[in-house]
């Protein structure tokens, strides 16, 4: 076959040739003159028939490719492309293939880790069939399957979160975004069900994502992956695997800013999607996040929190505060061996972050405790003369002093930064007004250096902002109260509850 751009892969377990018997133009024939464009993009409008582009073809050709006795070859399938390249598009136009072209009676899924996830897939299927006329009049849409009555074949929508179900038997299954996979259940689940068929095809479709799971093991899609890799180098054999990875040349270690980089990873580039959303997107997106989604690498789990020189940007150490301005204080503590901070916001158009305190254990002194009554008088003093809104704190082991505070009428407010999905929402907020440069600070170095010091973490639950390892001895604390503040703040400015009146106005 002629040699299509953006093919081959950098990982391929099988490269068909014109020898190759395989089931490949059926299912391009059925979609290109079937299928059609649900949402208007840079590849096509809305209602338009999509065409697959060669590199999709050759995919498509080496996915459904047949054994020596006229069965598909591959059971397993893991396809790597990273965002904006048509995976949902031809997700759903083979999940179609096979409903309408496949045997009778035949079960094919759309699963996913969460149920939103699932519908992307099945929701194209579904938009699919409403913009043709024919596969329209020959089909019976439901909010949760589709029925071809003529064959009695069904295609259905499934979620990890909603519970593996155990009796199915798939024929063909469209498994999303497979990195998010929390664990093994659904995708043995899948596999085991399909074990009665004669020739049943799991297709995980997914981009990279992080090493390790939540667990501190290898995910599912990493172990596939691994798995697919070791096949495709010959390895190991298991001809009823099919891997296609699109990843740089270079692999995790490529320079993710490089347009060639983009173009190895991405072989829809200035197609199905354009150069210029890569370079805006380039700065305003985390390191990690940018290399899983755009260039399909894996990720350790954490890399540096903010892009270089961000933070600097947003230095004013010369600004004036204006006493009237109310202020939002957050607080992070702890016993011993850490540290204990407290920052404050102005709370206005431009907030300004700066420092109200900082305890931390001197590296020469074992036997050091945080002094709880100073870091409690600070607090006190510092809402005493000035017009402070609320004091945000984790309470892990802090809740005497919460208690003490908030009965002298300081306005205390519990913010545990401790909840995953509540960090995960001040971070998109926080890595957002950096960039966005919606705030100032005062430039205090020790701000400076626990910001620094600040890793993300990027798994299935997203993007938080952690230490390098619990061993480690970098602090963090003021990075991750100035985290939790902006939210605060941003909660205040967006019209937040009528708060009540600053401590310092009470008397």
Sequence with gaps: MAKAQGWPPKWLTLNTTSKTKTRGSEAIEFINSYCRVTKASVGGSAGELI???????????????EDKNHKLRHRAALIGLPRKQGKSALGAGLGLWSLFCGEAGGEVYSCAGTRDQARIVFGTAKRMIELDEELSSISKVYRDAIEFPETGSVYRVLSREAGASEGLSPTFVVFDEVHVQPDDEMWNVMTLGAGARNEPLLLGITTAGSRVDNRGQDSLCYRLYQHGKKVASKEIEDPTFFFSWWEPKEGSDADHRDPKIWAESNPGLGDLNSIEDFESTLIRTPEAEFRTKRTNVWVTGTTAALPYGAWEHLTDSDRHMDPDVPLVLMADGSWSGDSTAIIGYTVEETPHLFVVGLWEKPEDNNEWRVPITDVEQRIRDFCRSNPVLEVGMDPYRWQRSMAVLEEEGIPMLEFPMGSVSRMVTAWKTFYD?????KFTHSGDPQL?????????????????PTKESRLSNRKIDLGI????????VLWHLDGGNKAPAPFALLA
């Design 51 to 65: 065409y697959l582009r060669p590199w999709q073809e050759q995919l498509v050709n080496a996915l459904l490719a």
């Design 433 to 437: 007004s950096v960039l966005d440069k």
């Design 448 to 464: 400076a250096r626990h910001v620094e010091n600040m890793v993300l973490k990027v798994d299935a639950k997203g993007a938080r």
């Design 481 to 488: 109260c100035a985290v939790a503040g902006m939210d605060r």
